[in-house]
T-cell receptor, first 116, second 106 residues
Framework: GAVVSQHPSWVICKSGTSVKIECRSLDFQATTMFWYRQFPKQSLMLMATSNEGSKATYEQGVEKDKFLINHASLTLSTLTVTSAHPEDSSFYIC????????????FGPGTRLTVL | GIQVEQSPPDLILQEGANSTLRCNFS?????LQWFHQNPWGQLINLFY???GTKQNGRLSATTVATERYSLLYISSSQTTDSGVYFC????????FGAGTRLTVKP
């Protein structure tokens, strides 16, 4: 299948700092990428849709000023958690849909964020 | 928005047993996928199946789009099948069900 990577795999930061997470589609181009958040023993919740060259679309209840999304190229989207607090600690997962061969969503390995 | 319900929420099997996982969804969609989330959190693509039936080894899936449900069959289960199975549906963005947590005991 197609490959989506994320960096870093895990990050620990102090409360009040900002953290950037990168999502890359390694072997295909993605005009749209998606960011999800998963709390322990829960399902994945869609946070936002990242659109290459334009503003992200956020789900209801997701603070756009706290979760900054930049989709700078057809293979890279970044999520920045600004002024992180302990309640932002979670597993963040990105995805992209490969349309040419598989026509299905592929997910990155996730980034585990812990805010102290 | 679209609602996705999975059942059962938990399933415990003895190795070698068969199982059926169900996914109901509230609206017609162009995309339905089944995933297995491994203990490290990685989502493994099992099936892209907006309609019809597919098989891959011991796993198979059937989606009846007109009745808005999909089934995932696991035959001759192994301990390595343990984990959480998610159904996700949507057109472009995907919405996930709550998952089925499968435990296969040796």
């Amino acid at each position: 299948g197609a490959v989506v990577s994320q960096h870093p795999s895990w990050v620990i930061c102090k409360s009040g700092t900002s953290v950037k997470i990168e999502c890359r589609s390694l072997d295909f181009q993605a005009t749209t990428m998606f960011w999800y958040r998963q709390f322990p023993k829960q399902s994945l919740m869609l946070m936002a849709t990242s659109n290459e060259g334009s503003k992200a679309t956020y789900e209801q209840g997701v603070e756009k000023d706290k979760f900054l999304i930049n989709h700078a190229s057809l293979t890279l989207s970044t999520l920045t958690v600004t002024s992180a607090h302990p309640e932002d600690s979670s597993f963040y997962i990105c995805s992209a849909r490969e349309l040419v061969i598989y026509n299905e969503q592929f997910f990155g390995p996730g980034t585990r964020l812990t805010v102290l | 928005g679209i609602q996705v319900e999975q059942s059962p929420p938990d399933l415990i099997l003895q190795e070698g047993a068969n199982s059926t996982l169900r996914c109901n969804f509230s609206d017609s969609v162009n995309n339905l996928q089944w995933f297995h989330q491994n203990p490290w959190g990685q989502l493994i693509n099992l099936f892209y199946i907006p309609s019809g039936t597919k098989q891959n080894g011991r796993l198979s899936a059937t989606t009846v789009a007109t009745e808005r449900y999909s089934l995932l069959y696991i035959s001759s289960s192994q301990t390595t099948d343990s984990g959480v199975y998610f159904c996700a549906v949507g057109d472009n963005d995907m919405r996930f069900g709550a998952g089925t947590r499968l435990t296969v005991k040796p």
